[in-house]
């Protein structure tokens, strides 16, 4: 995966969240493009490993872990001041 420095629009009129690529970290942006939307490690095109989501004042929303792009364990959703909201444990029974 390339370091993407614009936003893409889709044929759909949809724009595509800009994102960086640092450390083997993959980092999408608000439509903003200023404030972090996500970030994780992704390998063979799959979200891998720990990752996080944040709302646009930079206060984390959700984290998680996945493996080879299943979501898996303990899944955290926290509310608008950043403070565990709740978890639900996402491992296959």
Known sequence: MENEKCDMI???GV???????NDDYTIKYHANGKTIWSKGKII???????WEWYRIDGTIKRSGYFEMGEPVGEWI????????????NRDKK
């Not at 724009?15 to 690529?21: A, F, G, I, P, S």
């Not at 959703?77 to 639900?88: A, L, Q, V």
């Open 44 to 50: 063979d095109e799959m979200p891998d490993g720990y």
């Open 77 to 88: 959703t926290y509310d608008s001041k950043g403070e565990k909201y709740k978890t639900t």
């Open 10 to 12: 889709h044929t759909n």
């Open 15 to 21: 724009k595509e969240k800009k994102l960086e690529v």
